[in-house]
């Protein structure tokens, strides 16, 4: 074997070594990419719990509005039974009793206001808890994109100068 055969063997070593870690970059960054699907599709369930709370949200607030109007209204039927009361002072008992049941509707929704308002609560950290688990994975995929693409600029200015000693 002469020189150049042994020289030009070497090379074939060293090309098919730089092939198989060429082809595990293309494997690793294949997998990435998998993840990165993934990635997406649980961002894209993450941006459908998100309108389903937005939804949810929305739906507490027109209860809330209907909760106030209604609010407005025994406060309305609460006045016109004061009126009763003191232009009819034989039937205070009734009229008490009416306001009794009154004010245990009120405190019965206060009640159901605070129970809405710890649902949305729970929502909101658990959107937030998801929200810094995204980021986190968003991150370690950056860095991990980035030392692929050096890895490859490495191997790709290995393969140049390699080609450059065989032509020459």
Known sequence: MTMSEALLA?????????????????????????????IRQEQEEIRKEQQEIRKEQQEIRLEQQRLRQEQDSLRAGQTELNGIAAALL??????????KALAADVHHL???????????????????????QLTAQIEDIKLDLNFIAHRTVDNERIIYKLKERLFR
């Not at 206060?110 to 609560?121: G, I, M, N, P």
């Open 110 to 132: 206060h009640q159901e206001f605070a129970a809405l308002k710890q649902t949305v609560d729970r929502l909101e950290q658990k959107m937030d808890s998801r929200y810094e």
């Open 90 to 99: 034989h039937r205070q008992d009734e009229t008490d009793a009416k306001l």
């Open 10 to 38: 070497q090379v074939l070593d060293r090309l098919n070594a730089m092939d198989g870690t060429l082809q595990k970059l293309v494997n690793g960054q294949e997998r990435l990419e998998r993840e990165q699907i993934a």
